[in-house]
């Protein structure tokens, strides 16, 4: 059976945002990121040949990995994403258009959102996932007062400036997710230095259970 986002951020809650990564290399860190506990990539669409890279994911991990794009910006980035196999559709942005697509194709969005406002209008575009970003530019403070007034089948990731130190607070503020870059993967680093990182970062996000 094909792994769900909820069941993938329910084995861990972390995204992997693999930004950078070029498709010979690819399988080899998803792999890493595997082994170590992670169950969710995805690759941003300013990445090098993204859309092959994605591909080959599906292809090679998408039953047990929740795989698919981020930095989508458009509702024909969709398209591309959704062509390919990718499941999961991260932006940085709140983009009805985006999200209403993602739906329409049975995919998962996770909209960028910093306001209540913005939460809401993903809310009423059909997102449940929630992507706070730039979360360091706001803290855990900010998720805690605006998850008063969240419905409670609205999840919270908490992306951009979090890592392993910092994912207990949050934790305890109410994101139930993480997206993380640079704490698991930067361009022309080894898969044994992913699988490092991503040891550390699942040892993490176990110990918020």
């Known amino acids: 059976m094909t792994l769900g986002l909820d069941d993938a951020l329910a ?4 995204v992997a945002i693999i930004r950078g990564v070029r498709p010979d290399e690819i399988l080899a860190h998803a792999e890493a990121l595997y082994v170590a506990g992670v169950r969710g990539v995805e690759v ?83 997102a449940r996932h929630l992507k706070l970003f730039p979360a360091v530019s706001f803290g855990p403070a900010h998720v805690k007062q605006i998850k008063a007034v969240l419905p409670p089948e609205a999840v919270v990731w908490a992306v951009g400036g979090v890592g392993p130190a910092q994912m207990a607070d949050w934790w305890s503020a109410g994101a139930r997710a993480f ?4 704490e698991l993967y930067r ?14 970062v699942v040892a993490a996000a176990r110990a918020l259970r």
């Open 44 to 126: 941003p669409l300013n990445s090098p040949d993204p859309l092959h890279s994605i591909r080959k994911l599906a292809e090679a991990w998408g039953e047990r990995m929740v795989v698919g794009a981020g930095t989508v910006l458009t509702a024909a980035g969709v398209d591309d994403v959704a062509a390919v196999g990718g499941r999961i559709i991260v932006s940085p942005n709140t983009s009805r258009e985006v999200i209403a697509r993602a739906v329409e194709l049975k995919l998962d969005p996770a909209p960028g959102f910093s306001t209540p406002t913005e939460a809401f209008a993903a809310i009423a575009a059909g």
């Open 187 to 200: 361009a022309g680093q080894s898969p044994d230095e992913t699988a490092e990182k991503a040891r550390r």
């Open 179 to 182: 997206g993380l870059g640079g």
């Open 11 to 14: 084995e861990c809650p972390v």
